[in-house]
């Protein structure tokens, strides 16, 4: 069974540029987060889906960062303009119907604002 | 808000050895209590996870320590391998919030 997929691995982007994440979960997961995680830190809860619905997005600044789910699937995150402390690794994780506690990872999207 | 934390934030061991990873919670509303591991360039996985109605899980080497009165709750590596090096984060969650992670702790198994 395929893992949750994320692309880009890697984006360098300049200061005040735009930038997109992907995300695919795993087949059957209707719960999709994003999260960012600083270097040497845990991760941060950015947003959360329970299908194409936002419940949690709290977290997220929503001045810059937006997020969509359309069709319940796959994710985008973007941030427009991005800014140096925007530099981090931003994480997708999914979980099945029912049982958030237990939250499968990407490999993650390493950002680098310059 | 730091509702987690976690000690030591490196730590390093012989093969054979045991580590151990302590974290401290304040919410009392939390009643799950996972272990992450995380190896450099990957995402977080799920290692180990225990719910306060038992003091201890073991699974393989690994073992959850759980303390419901003094708030804490502990990884144990048992016979650690150069393998079990990486980064392993505590994190707690209450019933319908989010996952909350502590700072994460490097572990360096030597050989």
């Known amino acids: 069974e395929a893992g949750v997929v994320q692309s880009p691995r890697y984006k360098i982007i300049e200061k005040k540029q735009p930038v997109a994440f992907w995300c695919n979960p795993i087949?059957?997961?209707?719960?999709l987060y994003w999260y960012r995680q600083n270097l040497g830190q845990g991760p941060e809860l950015l947003i959360r889906?329970?299908?194409?619905?936002?419940?949690?997005d709290s977290q997220l600044p929503k001045d810059r960062f937006s997020a969509e789910r359309l069709k319940g699937v796959d994710s985008t995150l973007k941030i427009q303009p991005a800014e140096l402390g925007d530099s981090a690794v931003y994480l997708c994780?999914?979980?099945?119907?029912?049982?958030?506690?237990?939250?499968?990872f990407g490999p993650g999207t390493r950002l680098t604002v310059l | 808000q730091q509702q987690v934390k976690q000690s030591p934030q490196s730590l390093i061991v012989q093969k054979g050895g045991i580590s151990i990873i302590n974290c401290a919670y304040e919410?009392?509303?939390?009643?799950?209590f996972p272990w992450y591991q995380q190896f450099p360039g990957k995402g977080p996985a799920l290692l180990i996870a225990?719910?306060?109605?038992?003091s201890e899980k073991k699974e393989g080497r690994f073992t959850i320590s759980f303390n419901k009165s003094a708030k804490q709750f502990s990884l144990h590596i048992m016979d650690s391998q150069p393998g079990d090096s990486a980064t392993y984060f505590c994190?707690?969650?209450?019933?319908?919030?989010?996952?909350?992670f502590g700072e994460g702790t490097q572990l360096t198994v030597n050989p």
């Open positions: 889906y329970e299908n194409e619905e936002a419940v949690d």
């Open positions: 994190a707690a969650k209450a019933r319908g919030s989010r996952l909350t």
């Open positions: 087949s059957g997961h209707n719960t």
């Open positions: 225990i719910r306060p109605d038992v």
């Open positions: 994780a999914s979980s099945l119907p029912g049982s958030t506690d237990t939250q499968y």
């Open positions: 919410n009392t509303a939390f009643d799950y």
